[in-house]
């Protein structure tokens, strides 16, 4: 059974950071590629950004593209989502997931197997 655990969330004026990390437990790390959602009030779960099972490729949404840094530590069993810049409409839940085999992630929610419960992040105007 894999456990994903998400830390790094709270509240922040636009324009601020945060660092969200996610936790991996009951399964080979590594051999997972990983992914961020996130998921407004009222709104569908949303792709924000994913990370191959080697770290040497990722993916960003259009509207995180130069402001989000997706990155992992193997050896760590963890997963960051460093955010820049951010803007109210930031505001949601985010949510680490990973896939079951190595390979590509992919932007649909579909793709990937396991999911942490959630970190709310919240930015002020």
């Known amino acids: 059974q894999v456990q994903l655990v998400e830390s790094g969330g709270g509240l922040v004026q636009t324009g601020g950071s945060l660092r969200l990390s996610c936790v991996s437990s009951?399964?080979?790390?590594?051999?997972?590629?990983m992914g961020w959602f996130r998921q407004a009030p009222g709104k569908e779960r949303e792709f924000v950004a994913t990370?191959?099972?080697?770290?040497?490729?990722?993916l960003y949404a259009d509207s995180v593209k130069g402001r989000f840094t997706i990155s992992r530590d193997n050896a760590e069993n963890t997963v960051y989502l460093q955010m820049s810049s951010l803007k109210p409409e930031d505001t949601a839940v985010y949510y680490c997931?990973?896939?079951?085999?190595?390979?590509?992630?992919?932007?649909?929610?579909?793709?990937?197997?396991?999911w942490g419960q959630g970190t709310q992040v919240t930015v002020s105007s």
């Open positions: 997931a990973a896939t079951s085999s190595m390979g590509w992630g992919g932007i649909w929610p579909y793709q990937y197997s396991y």
């Open positions: 009951g399964r080979t790390f590594s051999n997972s590629a």
């Open positions: 990370i191959s099972w080697t770290g040497g490729g990722t």
